[in-house]
């Protein structure tokens, strides 16, 4: 999928939704398996999204949402 890839429409979806103005992609892409662990709803991987932007201080000031 686009996240495992670190780009695409899901990515660009996500990154509007939260109003970043920076590239999230490479952050989801290297905590996909942190993201998808196991047999995860929609609703949880939304969170776990939410969950590793904010992990990143720098990332999740550039979400408008978010910071």
């Not at 993201?35 to 000031?61: H, Q, Y």
Request: glycine share 10%.
């Amino acid at each position: 999928g686009d996240i495992a890839r670190g780009q695409g429409e899901t990515i660009s979806a996500l990154s509007t939704y939260m109003g970043c103005s920076s590239n999230i992609g490479p952050a989801l892409k290297a905590n996909y398996s942190t993201i998808f662990n196991g047999d995860v709803k929609a609703n949880e991987i939304t969170d776990s999204v939410i969950s590793t932007i904010l992990a990143n201080p720098e990332l999740a000031k550039t979400c408008n949402t978010l910071g």
